[in-house]
């Protein structure tokens, strides 16, 4: 079964702190995708990363892949109350150009 | 703005009825994912459509069907509903097979109500 877990489910933390969320897939690919999701609101695309070794920053976010470890990091820099979100990760598989397999989401709660 | 339209943006119906939603990929995009987003279940995938053809089907009831259109648009049924179908309901679209980016963009929901 194709699975991709994210952890932690749930991170509350204060502003100007780092962390990471960790994004593990079961299959095998080198296609993933971060999204963010604000409460209520639809899910707008943060990162796409089609390679091994593939890194991406946009302000305060980094993301990363490691096709080998099959596993993806998300990190979060001096946190700010504006990134409060949650953020999913989703995955196409390497025998499918039709398929994005989700990760359950973070809900990340930054505390000003 | 994604490029992905949804519509209508809210329904309110009652438990028993049928309603049809509405989405319309991107400009130039074959592929189109139909998911359901509730409080308790999360993000739950429905069905795939690409170019016309269902691709891959996920936890989607028998009551509810969908179909893509030859202009690429896509229709999500949902009948007999039950208070439990209340969601909200996401569309996405994706350029599909034969490329490497399969990234997909959201449309900004339909929000159902069954009361």
């Known amino acids: 079964e194709l699975k991709v877990e994210q952890n932690p489910l749930f991170l509350s933390m204060q502003e100007g702190k780092n962390y990471t969320i960790y994004c593990n897939y079961s299959?095998?690919?080198?296609?993933l995708y971060w999204y963010r999701q604000d409460p209520g609101k639809s899910l707008e695309s943060l990162f796409v990363?089609?390679?091994n070794g593939a890194v991406k920053q946009e302000g305060r976010l980094m993301a990363s892949l490691d096709t080998k470890a099959r596993l993806s990091t998300l990190h979060i820099t001096a946190a700010v109350h504006d990134l409060s979100a949650t953020y999913f990760c989703?995955?196409?598989?390497?025998?499918?150009?039709?398929?994005?397999?989700w990760g359950a989401g973070t809900k990340l709660i930054i505390k000003p | 703005d994604s490029g992905v339209t949804q519509t209508p943006k809210h329904l309110i119906t009652a438990t028993g009825q049928r309603v049809t939603l509405r989405c319309s990929p991107r400009?130039?995009?074959?592929?189109v994912y139909w998911y359901q987003q509730s409080l308790d279940q999360g993000l739950q995938f429905l069905i795939q459509?690409?170019?016309?053809?269902?691709?891959a089907k996920g936890n989607i009831l028998e009551r509810f069907s969908a179909q893509q259109f030859p202009d690429l648009h896509s229709e999500l049924n949902l009948s007999s509903l039950e208070l439990g179908d209340s969601a909200l309901y996401f569309c996405?679209?994706?350029?599909?097979?034969?490329?490497?980016?399969?990234?997909?963009?959201f449309g900004q929901g339909t929000r159902l109500t069954v009361v």
């Open positions: 996405a679209s994706s350029v599909g097979a034969g490329v490497v980016n399969t990234e997909a963009f």
């Open positions: 400009s130039g995009d074959l592929s």
């Open positions: 459509y690409y170019n016309g053809e269902e691709r």
């Open positions: 299959t095998t690919s080198d296609r």
């Open positions: 990363l089609l390679s």
């Open positions: 989703a995955v196409t598989p390497m025998d499918s150009n039709y398929q994005l397999i």
